[in-house]
């Protein structure tokens, strides 16, 4: 019951968090016996939190002791029978023996859930961080595994090793998507399958560990979509969207934007074929890249999407005109007066939020978790205290005018729904204000910058014949229908 009450917590916090988030793979995970889920670590305490509410099976995570010590997120992770892991930085040089007798004992807690049948979920690199790559991967989910099958009796399943993608659009900002790629159990050859031998010596030991990590480690590069770079990761993203515009441009289909799992697996298209023509055409993959980073530094000078090139320059229906003017209307004048009781009961909240995430994360990366974390705690405190003071207002004004019927209770408890219903609103009215000026901005561009525009649509229709002639022949992964949707 614990444990299933800390986990609907968990999906309703993320949910306040995320607008959109998906899984895929859940056919990967056996039925039977445990394992063990490894994936990268990009986003802190969120990373754990979306492995934990979307994988099918019960799991137990390890992680760094310093959380335990935080409000309300460590009763969260005792109930969820966290098990605390001691990291050699925060402990001094005199302590190194007693931090490896915890440690020893943590990991035999993890291994032994392994055993019962349970998962555990270890994020190999340690410490989250703001690559676009998997970095060095440490030995614990190595000695954790090997651990787990030392423990596993004989007639039991073997414990399987299943690698987890975490994929984000932008990973710290309220509204934005997340996906959990969860991919079929790792298969393991002679001799990594086995832990090390009972007399091996201790180097022999830490050989035989790193040769799992490194296997982890190049699986994980894939399963992520690692990228050398940021800028290379723009790139690709750039082609994805070149490639899906273009497709529905030849078709004269009108598409949705692109939910995570298509974008995702769009995007593993284009790093799949990318990473292998620069092996086999390195002279041409490099000039199609320069050219696609000239055309993305185009499209971001102008403030518009590949597919917006495809709309008509001219504003010439008098019906668009008009419902763009009344768009602009409503969104600009009519609404905001209806957010007032929104931003006036949250704002304080927001703001709170804001500084505890920049004042009390040691790292940047830690942002988005303390904001999760303080986001549940602030908001609804601050519609108990607008309850608090709308029902004492009407008590006092019952008081004062007669006629003013004196209901603090039910007054109270309408501002406070109104102040979290305020706090929806207005959060999706910022995301539809901001659409609205795009939308406007995108229809002045056309209007002023016709041969721009004809010219980009003229290089977007070339990229994408190249891109097309590049991939002919290669085993990429999902299906492309004719409108250019991307799917499995």
Same mark, same amino acid.
């Given at each position: 019951?614990?444990?299933?009450?800390?986990?609907?917590?968990?999906?309703?916090?993320?949910?306040?968090?995320?607008?959109?988030?998906?899984?895929?793979?859940?056919?990967?995970?056996?039925?039977?016996?445990?394992?063990?889920?490894?994936?990268?670590?990009?986003?802190?305490?969120?990373?754990?939190?979306?492995?934990?509410?979307?994988?099918?099976?019960?799991?137990?995570?390890?992680?760094?002791?310093?959380?335990?010590?935080?409000?309300?997120?460590?009763?969260?992770?005792?109930?969820?029978?966290?098990?605390?892991?001691?990291?050699?930085?925060?402990?001094?040089?005199? +302590?190194?023996?007693?931090?490896?007798?915890?440690?020893?004992?943590?990991?035999?807690?993890?291994?032994?859930?392994?055993?019962?049948?349970?998962?555990?979920?270890?994020?190999?690199?340690?410490?989250?961080?703001?690559?676009?790559?998997?970095?060095?991967?440490?030995?614990?989910?190595?000695?954790?595994?090997?651990?787990?099958?030392?423990?596993?009796?004989?007639?039991?399943?073997?414990?399987?090793?299943?690698?987890?993608?975490?994929?984000?659009?932008?990973?710290?900002?309220?509204?934005?998507?997340?996906?959990?790629?969860?991919?079929?159990?790792?298969?393991?050859?002679?001799?990594?399958?086995?832990?090390?031998?009972?007399?091996?010596?201790?180097?022999?030991?830490?050989?035989?560990?790193?040769?799992?990590?490194?296997?982890?480690?190049?699986?994980?590069?894939?399963?992520?979509?690692?990228?050398?770079?940021?800028?290379?990761?723009?790139?690709?993203?750039?082609?994805?969207?070149?490639?899906?515009?273009?497709?529905?441009?030849?078709?004269?289909?009108?598409?949705?934007?692109?939910?995570?799992?298509?974008?995702?697996?769009?995007?593993?298209?284009?790093?799949?074929?990318?990473?292998?023509?620069?092996?086999?055409?390195?002279?041409?993959?490099?000039?199609?890249?320069?050219?696609?980073? +000239?055309? +993305?530094?185009?499209?971001?000078?102008?403030?518009?999407?590949?597919?917006?090139?495809?709309?008509?320059?001219?504003?010439?229906?008098?019906?668009?005109?008009?419902?763009?003017?009344?768009?602009?209307?409503?969104?600009?004048?009519?609404?905001?007066?209806?957010?007032?009781?929104?931003?006036?009961?949250?704002?304080?909240?927001?703001?709170?939020?804001?500084?505890?995430?920049?004042?009390?994360?040691?790292?940047?990366?830690?942002?988005?978790?303390?904001?999760?974390?303080?986001?549940?705690?602030?908001?609804?405190?601050?519609?108990?205290?607008?309850?608090?003071?709308?029902?004492?207002?009407?008590?006092?004004?019952?008081?004062?005018?007669?006629?003013?019927?004196?209901?603090?209770?039910?007054?109270?408890?309408?501002?406070?729904?109104?102040?979290?219903?305020?706090?929806?609103?207005?959060?999706?009215?910022?995301?539809?204000?901001?659409?609205?000026?795009?939308?406007?901005?995108?229809?002045?561009?056309?209007?002023?910058?016709?041969?721009?525009?004809?010219?980009?649509?003229?290089?977007?229709?070339?990229?994408?014949?190249?891109?097309?002639?590049?991939?002919?022949?290669?085993?990429?992964?999902?299906?492309?229908?004719?409108?250019?949707?991307?799917?499995?």
């Amino acid at each position: 019951m614990p444990y299933r009450a800390a986990v609907t917590l968990v999906r309703w916090v993320l949910r306040l968090f995320f607008r959109k988030m998906g899984v895929t793979g859940l056919d990967n995970v056996p039925e039977k016996g445990g394992g063990l889920v490894v994936s990268w670590h990009p986003n802190a305490l969120i990373d754990a939190a979306l492995i934990l509410v979307f994988f099918p099976r019960r799991i137990v995570f390890g992680a760094r002791h310093g959380l335990f010590g935080w409000p309300l997120l460590g009763r969260l992770m005792r109930a969820l029978g966290t098990v605390p892991i001691y990291r050699r930085q925060d402990f001094s040089d005199e +302590d190194i023996a007693a931090r490896r007798e915890a440690n020893t004992k943590s990991l035999d807690a993890l291994a032994s859930a392994i055993a019962d049948g349970a998962y555990s979920a270890l994020f190999p690199e340690g410490d989250s961080h703001d690559e676009p790559a998997p970095t060095e991967l440490k030995t614990g989910a190595a000695r954790l595994y090997y651990r787990a099958l030392e423990l596993t009796e004989e007639q039991a399943p073997s414990p399987v090793i299943i690698p987890v993608g975490l994929h984000y659009d932008k990973k710290r900002v309220f509204g934005s998507s997340a996906l959990v790629a969860i991919h079929p159990p790792l298969a393991l050859s002679q001799p990594l399958a086995q832990p090390p031998a009972p007399d091996a010596t201790p180097d022999e030991k830490r050989a035989h560990y790193r040769g799992l990590t490194d296997e982890l480690e190049s699986t994980l590069h894939e399963v992520v979509h690692a990228t050398e770079s940021w800028e290379q990761h723009q790139a690709l993203h750039r082609a994805r969207k070149i490639m899906r515009a273009e497709r529905a441009h030849r078709a004269g289909a009108q598409l949705k934007r692109p939910d995570m799992k298509e974008r995702v697996l769009a995007f593993s298209r284009l790093r799949t074929a990318y990473n292998t023509r620069a092996r086999t055409h390195p002279n041409e993959v490099e000039a199609l890249y320069e050219r696609v980073v +000239d055309y +993305d530094a185009d499209l971001r000078e102008l403030g518009i999407q590949d597919h917006e090139l495809d709309g008509s320059p001219r504003l010439a229906s008098p019906w668009l005109a008009a419902i763009v003017v009344f768009q602009a209307i409503l969104v600009y004048l009519l609404l905001p007066p209806i957010l007032i009781l929104g931003y006036v009961a949250n704002l304080p909240a927001a703001i709170a939020v804001w500084l505890v995430a920049r004042s009390a994360a040691s790292q940047y990366k830690d942002e988005a978790s303390l904001k999760l974390v303080a986001g549940v705690i602030a908001f609804p405190l601050s519609w108990l205290v607008v309850a608090v003071l709308v029902a004492w207002g009407n008590r006092a004004l019952a008081l004062i005018y007669p006629d003013i019927p004196g209901a603090p209770l039910v007054t109270g408890t309408i501002a406070f729904f109104l102040s979290a219903v305020g706090a929806y609103v207005a959060f999706n009215y910022q995301r539809f204000a901001r659409q609205t000026l795009r939308s406007l901005n995108v229809r002045l561009t056309r209007l002023r910058r016709k041969r721009t525009l004809a010219r980009l649509r003229t290089e977007r229709a070339t990229l994408y014949d190249a891109f097309t002639e590049l991939g002919r022949g290669l085993d990429l992964p999902g299906t492309v229908a004719v409108d250019g949707k991307v799917g499995e």
